[in-house]
């Protein structure tokens, strides 16, 4: 839910490399890896961020304005599950380039395999996941290195300003 200075510096570098058009954020929460997002696409670009909860949304819609990026995000609030197959209808997303996973850990899986369902993943799309270690998210973590669809590749980092163990996954879907 807070990416935090260390792991954003690894969320920065993955979103450079992938130069996506067109993001998905699970998990706004204050918006602080939205506006980390944000900043980095290039003209014409958009990320839609999924806040579950309204008043946290508020505030990160708040803080999106106060950061000038407001004008490339699209702030969602409802559960993922619900926006997710939304996406395409209600908002004219094609494709997504890039998905960042940091909202409620056990709904990775379900959603990256709801993202699948939908079709809204192209060959070479990256999911980069935040808190595969610290909470945890092991159900992904095996769904996405097993699976022939993904190549993943796994950052060690620490838990937000702490020491203790966490990382990020990135992996490449092939199609």
């Known amino acids: 839910m807070n990416v935090g200075d260390e792991?954003?510096?690894?969320?920065?570098?993955?979103?450079?490399?992938?130069?996506?058009?067109?993001?998905?954020?699970?998990?706004?929460?204050c918006g602080y890896s939205t506006v980390r997002i944000a900043r980095?696409?290039?003209?014409?670009?958009?990320?839609?961020?999924?806040?579950?909860?309204?008043?946290?949304?508020?505030?990160?819609e708040q803080i999106i304005s106060h950061a000038g990026v407001g004008d490339r995000?699209?702030?969602l609030v409802g559960s993922s599950w619900e926006l997710i197959p939304e996406l395409r209808e209600r908002f004219?997303?094609?494709?997504l380039d890039f998905v960042f996973l940091d909202h409620w850990k056990e709904s990775y899986t379900r959603d990256t395999k709801l993202l699948e369902d939908c079709e809204l993943l192209r060959q070479g799309t990256v999911l980069l996941a935040d808190n595969v270690i610290c909470p945890g998210a092991p159900d992904y973590?095996?769904?996405?290195r097993h699976h022939s669809?993904?190549?993943?590749?796994?950052?060690?980092?620490?838990?937000?300003?702490?020491?203790?163990?966490d990382g990020l996954e990135k992996s490449v879907y092939l199609g």
Do not use: M
């Open 7 to 29: 792991k954003g510096v690894i969320l920065d570098r993955v979103v450079l490399e992938t130069r996506p058009r067109t993001a998905l954020e699970l998990g706004t929460y």
């Open 141 to 144: 973590l095996e769904y996405v």
């Open 73 to 75: 995000v699209q702030l």
């Open 92 to 95: 004219g997303v094609e494709k």
């Open 40 to 60: 980095l696409l290039e003209p014409g670009a958009r990320l839609y961020t999924v806040e579950f909860n309204a008043d946290t949304a508020k505030a990160a």
């Open 149 to 165: 669809q993904y190549r993943s590749e796994y950052y060690p980092s620490h838990l937000e300003y702490t020491q203790a163990e």
